[in-house]
């Protein structure tokens, strides 16, 4: 079975930036969506970013927009977060999933998508 892959995380201060990678092989086809996961301690897992791989328009989540960018290379097959003034509220696992838009619903509508990568660690300090 092929898994995306996360990597990119680290620990950075305040007002830094990261990008994120995912290797998405196997699921960049042009009718999937990919999405940027993330889950804090203690907190629910959210959305923060998704991406149709056959599209133009990324989605953001409220909390990320203007500073997180969602990216694609369909050669390489790899799908990018790219993290700009981070804060420490934007510490945690973060995670990329995917799944088909016909069949699974729009990329904005964060339900239904499937992961199982093992994540990578964002930590951003004050």
């Known amino acids: 079975q092929i898994l995306p892959v996360e990597s990119g995380g680290g620990s950075v201060q305040g007002g830094g930036s990261l990008r994120l990678s995912c290797a998405a092989s196997g699921y960049m086809y042009l009718g999937n969506c990919i999405g940027w996961f993330r889950q804090a301690p203690g907190a629910e897992r959210e959305g923060v970013a998704s991406?149709?791989?056959?599209?133009?328009?990324?989605y953001y989540a409220d909390s990320v927009k203007g500073r997180f960018t969602i990216s694609r290379d369909n050669v390489k097959n790899m799908v990018y977060l790219q993290m700009s003034d981070l804060k420490p509220e934007d510490t945690a696992m973060y995670y990329c999933?995917?799944?088909?838009?016909?069949?699974?619903?729009?990329?904005?509508?964060?339900?239904?998508?499937?992961?199982w990568g093992q994540g990578t660690q964002v930590t951003v300090s004050s």
């Open positions: 991406i149709l791989i056959g599209g133009s328009s990324p």
């Open positions: 999933a995917k799944k088909t838009r016909v069949s699974d619903g729009d990329c904005y509508e964060f339900l239904g998508y499937t992961f």
